[in-house]
């Protein structure tokens, strides 16, 4: 039997579908020597929380976006299964898509025919067909069988071994940054401290005053002195800084976030020598995750809210935003923890303030990378059926600046510039609370009241 005759009774879809039943389960292989070695690097680097390479298609220019997943959405997605990787600007792929994308193939027979040649499969094996095999007799076939299963079998052997030994490695390196993690918990006061003034000061020249927010206690403290460590750098000395616990949705500490400052309450940043240069870090720290949780929905978290939550960027926007008009906000911290927020369980509006970032080559819309955060978390709100009110700052970006945030606003203007929508969120709330349908009726009202500008 020739494939032609084989395509007269079965079409393309059939001969795809038992392609990839082929490939389920034997994907590492498959990348490993099909010419999508790449991913096996990502995968051996990290074990049960790979490593990211340099994507392909920026050349390697950016070092830090291409990473095998084996989990997604927060469930368990064995490579070996899926071969699902994830570039942060390319998106994400799975199965002989994703290799033909890392190969780069303009055809999916390319990329096919690179599996079968790579992996020494014949015609009658990928498609359950011996009379496609008529130059093999019952016995070869019979020994290729035997001799592929055993190659299954050592594979499968050798991916089992590696994550008892990546379990193994992850649990020493929660253990090291969990100790870490109290050292620097030990040295951390509440705010209401008379030694925590400079913190207060911090967030004081920002138009916020946190000695009114007692909630804050559990989450956000100040440290008058610890080591700061970023990117395999170690700083000078000891600093001062407010230290805050970025959780998880289950209050699972992921690891904390730091800002770091003088005794006036001034941002600044670490330093230390390099070949006799003095070289500055960053101002803004964040500790590594402890391996093993689940990262999604992360943020700094210190407000209960009810029917209605907001969530920023900055955690100064969070506050600031609080400290004005009561209302939770929920700080993430960065645009792709933004993108992986979601609201406590219960909520049915959320008010997205969003950072007017100036736009860059990956992100050219108005807004920039900020508002496309914005847009983003709104769409997988919508589909969660929760409603999103996105929130951009009234406030031109200044010339020496990259971006401004609602914190700029609310400093420069007080309340006076926030939409109705935050100023009265209590309101709303109860209005929501007395709707017996959250239908498309009930969002117009809603809409109109406190100018949603929902079109
Ligand atoms: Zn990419």
């Not at 050798?158 to 649990?171: H, T, V, W």
């Not at 400290?323 to 008010?351: H, I, R």
């Not at 807004?367 to 709104?378: H, K, Q, T, V």
């Not at 020496?400 to 510039?417: P, T, Y």
Request: glycine letters at 8%; a neutral charge; one cysteine or more.
């Amino acid at each position: 039997m020739k494939l032609e005759q084989w395509f007269k009774n079965n079409t393309w879809d059939d001969y795809f579908a038992k392609f990839e039943e082929k490939c389920k389960g034997r994907y590492e292989e498959i990348f490993d020597r099909c010419g999508g070695s790449l991913m096996i690097e990502s995968l051996n680097t990290g074990g049960n929380s790979p490593k990211p390479v340099g994507c392909p298609n920026h050349h390697g220019k950016t070092n830090s976006n291409y990473v095998a997943k084996v989990k997604f959405k927060g469930v368990s997605r064995p490579f070996n299964d899926y071969a699902i990787g994830c570039c942060n600007t390319c998106g994400t792929k799975s199965g002989i898509f994703h290799l033909r994308w890392l190969r780069g193939d303009s055809k999916m027979k390319e990329t096919l025919n690179a599996i079968r040649i790579g992996m020494g499969w014949s015609w009658g094996y990928i498609l359950d067909e011996p009379l496609l095999d008529k130059e093999m007799t019952a016995k070869e076939r019979e020994a290729f069988l035997l001799k592929e299963n055993t190659r299954k079998e050592l594979a499968e052997q050798q991916r089992r071994q590696r994550e008892e030994e990546a379990k193994k490695k992850d649990l020493q390196r929660a253990n090291f940054i969990q100790a870490k993690n109290r050292e620097l918990f030990d040295t951390c006061l509440p705010l209401n401290h008379p030694n925590s003034l400079p913190a207060v000061k911090y967030f004081l020249s920002r138009g916020i005053d946190v000695l009114t927010m007692p909630e804050l206690t559990r989450h956000i403290r100040f440290s008058p002195g610890y080591e700061v460590f970023a990117s395999g750098v170690k700083y000078d000395g000891l600093y001062m800084s407010i230290v805050s616990k970025i959780i998880n949705g289950a209050g699972e500490l992921l690891y904390w976030h730091r800002i770091v400052i003088d005794e006036h309450g001034n941002k600044m940043k670490p330093h230390t020598v390099v070949n006799n240069e003095k070289v500055f870090g960053p101002s803004k720290i964040k500790g590594s995750a402890i391996p093993g949780l689940d990262n999604s929905n992360r943020g700094i978290k210190p407000f209960k809210p009810f029917l209605v939550q907001g969530v920023s960027e900055g955690l100064e926007v969070a506050l600031s935003v609080r400290y004005m008009t009561g209302l939770p906000v929920d700080s993430a911290t960065d645009a792709v923890s933004m993108e992986n927020w979601l609201p406590q369980d219960g909520v049915k509006v959320v008010l997205i303030f969003e950072d007017y970032d100036r736009p860059n080559d990956q992100h050219p819309n108005d807004g920039g990378r900020g508002a496309a955060a914005g847009e983003n978390l709104c769409e997988k709100l919508l589909e969660k059926g929760i409603l999103p009110i996105r929130l951009s700052p009234p406030f031109e970006i200044p010339q020496n600046s990259k971006s401004v945030d609602w914190n700029d606003v609310i400093a420069n203007f007080g309340s006076h510039e926030l939409p109705k929508s935050v100023k009265e969120w209590k309101q709303l709330e109860e209005d929501i609370a007395q709707l017996e349908l959250f239908d498309i009726n009930a969002l117009n009202y809603l809409n109109d009241k406190y100018e949603f500008n929902i079109a």
